[in-house]
């Protein structure tokens, strides 16, 4: 044989079936379990990536079974090691099969995994090297010795018989420990004698029922080999124990379990009580631990006679709507109002304290949408750098200002100037929602008439939706709509909603859209099409406009039209879904229903 092309002949067959890829698996263990040879590395990682995508057709046991068999060649150290990384049924099987050199075993066990490692200790061919290796990395048995104090009649064997041929011995099969325990009077078989109970002391504890153990596949129960009957036994005991056992459960970190802790309610209004030295001594049990020893007789900066509680304090007069800014728990932190009245003893008329209450001095807002809104902004200010960086090399290589450059690396450079120009359009819009959300960022003031601007619009997109033999059935008030809204922000909020649903609009259909007054707004009223009209919630759907030259950006429509929502609601209006219709609605501008629309009169002379 001048030419070894047996790999690349199997290689070059597809596995049709399950039976096709078992004998394409054991084809390729036969052809890697030879030792290491010179040939095309290339080829040997086909041969590997194969095997992975043969393991997704081919159960785990029937893998581990075929690789158990003695009917291949199996002295290959990368393929060992490349088993030794995977299931531990399959890796078991593979260890047990491989014959490598002392040699090969000495450098090759250092790189298996720990778990791998076990598997080498049940057998007994290993050459002297392999086992100096084993006990130096301190590799032991992964079964349980026998205690030194245990005479053989203990462990079920009669001191005067000849120990039996057991052949060769099985893993151990986990077992729960409440098993181990047995009632002196109940006679325990050869097996269950075998279970030692390693805890040591204590008293035994009651036997917990257990349910049978499942059959495994090949129809023996309990059969070692079968890694998913040993999940199951232990699932098995876990439910078998019931909550009443939990206490004894392995203790949870300290930390555990934060995330579930519900955020406290925010604190408006709590009462309190003070000593005869101003300092806070009674307050509701809530909040007693964060207010009580509080000096309330100092002045505050900046307080002036007669308006801060210091003031009133020294002149044993009633306070009322007096500003108090408290300082230490994050709950009661920030600017209050205090009312409160002196307390005065009956009998003999003196002074022991305030009584009264606090309240915000502004209602709490709930600040972690905002504390999320600066993380989301803090996040896409550190990737711009990057992406500018990008865009401005791009265009120097595409501008050729360094030099002459070829027109392929133009090109590219060119697209990766588009790319970046496109990323950066979506941080703009995402750092726009996010500020518009947390009533960062108002609408520029001005005036417009957004009748005008969808008719504009629509005559737009009319021309794209065209070719697709879509269109637009839209009604339009012949009135002005005049808003309150600069010309470039009422032309964003309309081409924002309209190129979404012209981009989402498949061939051949018709949106009907309405555009009327209602009272003091002025209602847009448009079909939704049908990819919009499928979604459980149009404004997280994830539609994009495919290869459509109308895009709704690189978030999809969903996240458009909730953009277009939050500047809606920024405007004082509404942008919602009523069954298949998508509804905006905005407030006329008062004062402003005689501004003529360009669509019924002239151009106006400017000046």
Do not use: C
């Not at 893993?171 to 075998?194: F, G, K, V, W, Y």
């Not at 924002?496 to 859209?513: C, D, K, P």
């Not at 209006?573 to 002239?602: K, Q």
Request: hydrophobic share 40%.
């Amino acid at each position: 044989m001048h030419f070894d092309d047996r790999l690349a002949t199997v290689l070059r067959h597809r596995a049709a079936g399950e039976r096709a890829a078992k004998t394409q698996f054991r084809q390729l263990l036969d052809l890697l379990g030879e030792r290491p040879q010179a040939g095309d590395p290339a080829l040997k990682a086909a041969a590997y990536l194969r095997l992975i995508a043969l393991a997704e057709v081919i159960p785990v046991a029937d893998r581990a079974a075929i690789v158990g068999e003695n009917g291949w060649r199996f002295r290959n150290p990368e393929l060992v090691r490349w088993f030794g990384e995977a299931h531990p049924a399959i890796a078991g099987a593979a260890l047990y099969r491989a014959q490598l050199t002392g040699e090969e075993w000495a450098e090759l066990i250092p790189r298996l995994p720990i778990r791998a490692r076990g598997f080498l200790r049940h057998r007994t061919d290993l050459p002297t090297g392999a086992i100096r290796v084993l006990d130096r990395l301190g590799v032991s048995d992964r079964a349980l010795p026998v205690p030194s104090d245990m005479t053989r009649s203990d462990i079920g064997e009669d001191a005067d018989s000849e120990p039996t041929d057991v052949g060769e011995p099985e893993p151990l099969i986990l077992r729960p420990a409440n098993e181990n325990s047995q009632t002196a009077a109940t006679p325990a078989s050869a097996d269950q004698q075998n279970n030692v109970n390693v805890d040591g002391a204590g008293p035994a504890v009651p036997p917990v029922e257990e349910p049978a153990p499942p059959v495994s596949r090949e129809g023996t129960a309990g059969k070692p080999d079968d890694i998913r009957s040993l999940v199951e036994r232990i699932e098995s005991f876990r439910k078998a124990r019931g909550p009443a056992s939990q206490a004894h459960d392995a203790p949870t970190l300290p930390m555990a379990g934060l995330d579930e802790v519900q955020h406290r309610k925010p604190i408006d209004v709590f009462s309190f009580g003070t000593n005869s030295e101003g300092r806070i001594d009674w307050a509701e049990p809530d909040i007693a631990p964060m207010v009580v020893g509080t000096d309330l007789s100092q002045r505050r900066d900046g307080g002036q006679a007669g308006e801060d509680f210091a003031s009133a304090f020294i002149n044993r007069q009633p306070a009322r709507s007096v500003p108090i800014t408290l300082h230490g728990a994050t709950a009661i932190e920030g600017d209050w109002i205090v009312d409160a009245a002196p307390r005065f003893t009956r009998s003999e008329g003196r002074f022991y304290g305030y009584v009264g209450r606090f309240r915000r001095a502004i209602a709490t807002v709930d600040d972690r949408a905002q504390r999320g809104a600066d993380r989301l902004r803090q996040l896409l200010h550190e990737l711009r750098t990057p992406v500018n960086a990008m865009q401005g090399y791009a265009e120097v290589i595409q501008q050729q200002v360094f030099g002459p450059t070829p027109h392929e690396y133009r090109a590219l450079a060119a697209s990766i100037a588009g790319d970046s120009a496109r990323i950066l359009a979506g941080f703009d819009e995402l750092d726009r929602l996010a500020r518009l959300e947390t009533g960062a960022l108002d609408l520029e003031a001005g005036e417009s008439d957004f009748a005008n601007v969808v008719r504009a619009q629509l005559a737009q997109l009319q021309t794209v939706l065209g070719p697709r033999v879509a269109r637009f059935d839209a009604r339009l008030t012949d009135r002005p709509a005049p808003l309150a809204l600069a010309q470039n922000e009422a032309e964003m909020l309309g081409w924002r909603v309209l190129a979404t649903l012209a981009g989402a609009t498949g061939a051949g259909e018709n949106l009907s859209l309405t555009l009327a007054l209602d009272g003091e707004q002025v209602t847009l009223r448009a079909q939704l099409p049908t990819k919009l009209a499928g979604a459980e919630d149009v404004f997280s759907s994830d539609v994009r406009s495919g290869g459509s030259t109308l895009s709704s950006g690189i978030f999809g429509a969903g996240f458009s039209l909730r953009l277009a929502r939050a500047e809606a609601r920024a405007a004082g209006g509404e942008l919602a879904r009523e069954e298949n219709e998508l509804v905006l609605s905005l407030p006329l501008l008062t004062g402003a229903e005689t501004l003529p629309s360009p669509a019924d009169a002239p151009d106006r002379a400017a000046g």
